[in-house]
């Protein structure tokens, strides 16, 4: 069955670095979304993405998050000076073509920052 | 103002005592109702869509039910596997296409 992966599982960064996560998405889906979940709190939406440009974005993502498409498989998130409270889950998700598909998540990368 | 609501924020259960969550929108122009199951340190997974009210669906142990202002996760003689977080969330006119989540069920059924 196909899935939704995301690398690294866990990353820890030191305050100010950047990262880089990674997602590959399901294969033939067209719509692709970033969404965060600090401990113990609700998941968020940060971003969605379409034709390689984005559609929507949310308040938290400022202009220290980007997202690209480098391939035609992969699909990032990147933060270009982390923070404290940039340390949450985050979790890639994927819609296949149509208006009322649902989104698949990946298993999500545990973000530290120290 | 809270879109999604979801309770009780956790239930307990013995193993075949059946129960219901509760998953109350406040959005307008409801686009669809998502429940997806989440275990501790994972991602969310999908496991029903609902679009229109009196909408109903079915998988094992759950039914997944609609109305106009809520939904509900009958979970019919759970089993200690059934233990997760059940999270509820919406896509809605006016927001596109990211969903809207509630804070989540945490169930956890003993044997």
């Known amino acids: 069955e196909p899935e939704v992966t995301q690398t690294p599982s866990h990353q820890v960064t030191q305050m100010g670095q950047e990262v880089i996560l990674r997602c590959v998405p399901i294969?033939?889906?067209?719509?692709f979304y970033w969404y965060r979940q600090i401990l113990g709190q609700k998941v968020e939406f940060l971003v969605s993405?379409?034709?390689?440009?984005?559609?929507?974005k949310s308040e938290i993502f400022d202009d220290q998050f980007s997202v690209e498409r480098p391939d035609g498989s992969n699909f990032t998130l990147k933060i270009r000076s982390t923070k404290l409270e940039d340390s949450a889950m985050y979790f890639c998700?994927?819609?296949?073509?149509?208006?009322?598909?649902?989104?698949?998540f990946g298993p999500g990368t545990r973000l530290t920052v120290l | 103002e809270d879109q999604v609501t979801q309770s009780p924020e956790a239930l307990r259960l013995q193993e075949g005592e059946s129960s219901s969550l509760n998953c109350s929108y406040t959005?307008?122009?409801?686009?669809?109702l998502f429940w997806y199951r989440q275990d501790p340190g994972k991602g969310p997974e999908f496991l029903f869509t609902?679009?229109?009210a009196g909408e109903e669906k079915e998988k094992e142990r759950l039914k997944a039910t609609l109305t106009k202002k809520e939904s509900f996760l009958h979970i019919t003689a759970p089993k200690p596997e059934d233990s997760a977080t059940y999270l509820c969330?919406?896509?809605?006119?006016?927001?596109?296409?990211?969903?809207?989540f509630g804070g989540g069920t945490r169930l956890m059924v003993k044997p």
């Open positions: 294969s033939n889906h067209l719509y």
């Open positions: 959005v307008s122009g409801l686009r669809g």
């Open positions: 969330a919406v896509r809605y006119n006016n927001a596109g296409n990211m969903l809207t």
């Open positions: 998700a994927s819609r296949g073509p149509g208006s009322y598909n649902e989104q698949f």
């Open positions: 609902l679009y229109s």
């Open positions: 993405f379409y034709n390689n440009e984005i559609s929507e």
